[in-house]
């Protein structure tokens, strides 16, 4: 079934979105940032990264919880990327005036995110390994450790590690008993939470659902990770031009963090309650490249895959054109992370689903401004795409000076672009070989 022969009880609508980010924590000011081309990238003030291979990423500024939450103490043992989704959700909660017409039935609201886990305690951590280890025996004497881990460790905070638990603050804030779930697909798991959770809507189980991801990896096992899998950019002068995806001389993703929430909800649901939907979920693709954990497969053919699923469920031909002349998808928010190997193979695989048209479809990395969310980086940039139908303009890909062969198209460099937006392609690919496609359009009644 496409999108054009749905019933009201199937159309799924946004009716609220909210973000926490590098560049702020509210839907005007960060939209405000990307169209100026600012950037959130600076040193890293988590901890002590001095001697290691990369030294900054995208840190959210100065964000407080407090303001977002009925009673602090519900969340006081929550981690920081259970905050950041508390943030966000209760941006979105209240866009969407479920403060004031909350649903009738909880058991009729669900949850579906892609967060990651939470910081680890690493200092303790490491202090049990090393003052557990057996010297003579040459193991960790594991009686010493748990004895160490015992006293170190704090309970809450090692719960608070566990991916689940930004969905557990929400549900608990927000009331919610209906389906939940949290996928962990890498960089690809909020766009996978949104698609998947239509189509809980779509299936009748639930009337709203919470869907979007949250995550930070700016401590020191995630950059030691990335730094170990030489994706993250090791730039040695200014951060802020560090990020530079599609461009000739990309050497890697900057770190980001921070949330991205969405309230979706049945049309028919949205009616009953009179809330105005932002903009319809019309298509959801997903694949896998069975290739290789660290690298997309090099056709780009798992890519290609999952575009084209959302626009076969929206019903849209990649090949033809709108009455107005132009393609029938206006934007592509890219994943766009700016290694050398995925901004490549995203343009191949865009050239394989619109073909000639491909060039005349912009598409553009807010990564290289926010930096990598990583599982939270697929809903912040759907929620640009919303915003861009919104608003009529695109956001830019910034520091794009020196152009690549083999990324020959339309990547709206260095400024941002009025343009008459109406259907949008969010694309999001995981390590693992994960890729989703989640496709947006205004929403016409």
């Known amino acids: 079934m496409n999108a054009t022969s749905r019933s009201d009880a199937e159309r799924v609508v946004v009716t609220g979105m909210g973000w926490v980010t590098p560049l702020g924590h509210d839907l005007e000011t960060v939209w405000s940032a990307l169209m100026r081309g600012a950037c959130g990238m600076a040193p890293i003030t988590r901890f002590d990264a001095r001697t290691f291979p990369t030294t900054f990423a995208a840190e959210v500024k100065d964000f407080d919880v407090r303001p977002f939450v009925r009673d602090i103490t519900m969340h006081a043992n929550a981690g920081i990327n259970s905050q950041f989704a508390l943030g966000a959700a209760a941006q979105a909660w209240k866009q969407a005036q479920l403060h004031q017409t909350p649903p009738a039935n909880a058991r009729r609201v669900g949850i579906y995110l892609g967060a990651g886990e939470g910081v680890i305690d690493t200092m303790n951590y490491l202090a049990a390994n090393i003052r557990s280890w057996d010297a003579a025996k040459g193991r960790t004497d594991g009686a010493a450790w748990a004895k160490l881990g015992h006293s170190l460790l704090q309970a809450a905070r090692e719960i608070e590690q566990e991916p689940n638990m930004p969905l557990a603050h929400i549900a608990?804030?927000?009331?919610?008993?209906?389906?939940?779930?949290?996928?962990?697909?890498?960089?690809?798991?909020?766009?996978?939470?949104?698609?998947?959770?239509?189509?809980?809507?779509?299936?009748?189980?639930?009337?709203?659902?919470?869907?979007?991801?949250?995550?930070?990896?700016?401590?020191?096992?995630?950059?030691?990770?990335?730094?170990?899998?030489?994706?993250?950019?090791?730039?040695?002068?200014d951060p802020t031009k560090a990020s530079r995806p599609f461009d000739m001389t990309r050497g890697g993703f900057v770190m980001g963090e921070g949330a991205g929430m969405l309230i979706l909800e049945t049309l028919a649901h949205a009616r009953r309650r009179s809330a105005k939907p932002l903009a319809e979920v019309i298509g959801f693709g997903s694949s896998a490249d069975s290739y290789r954990i660290t690298d997309i497969e090099p056709e780009g053919r798992g890519a290609a895959a999952a575009m084209l699923q959302a626009l076969g469920q929206a019903g849209i031909d990649p090949h033809a054109r709108g009455g107005d002349g132009r393609p029938l998808v206006h934007y592509i928010s890219a994943h766009g992370t700016g290694t050398k190997e995925n901004d490549s193979i995203e343009s191949l695989a865009v050239k394989r689903v619109f073909g000639d048209l491909a060039k005349e479809v912009p598409m553009s990395s807010v990564k290289s401004m926010l930096g990598h969310l990583i599982a939270a980086a697929g809903a912040v940039e759907f929620i640009t795409c919303v915003m861009a139908i919104e608003r009529g303009m695109l956001p830019p890909t910034i520091n794009y000076s020196t152009p690549d062969p083999e990324c020959d198209l339309d990547y709206v460099p260095n400024t941002p672009r009025a343009s008459v937006v109406r259907t949008c392609l969010s694309n999001s690919f995981g390590f693992g070989g994960q890729n989703d496609t989640v496709c947006v359009t205004a929403f016409e009644g």
């Open 172 to 237: 608990r804030e927000f009331d919610v008993r209906g389906p939940t779930s949290n996928c962990l697909t890498a960089c690809a798991a909020s766009t996978q939470a949104i698609g998947e959770a239509c189509s809980i809507l779509r299936g009748g189980e639930a009337d709203v659902m919470i869907a979007g991801g949250a995550h930070t990896m700016i401590h020191v096992l995630g950059v030691t990770g990335f730094n170990r899998l030489t994706a993250l950019s090791t730039s040695t002068g």
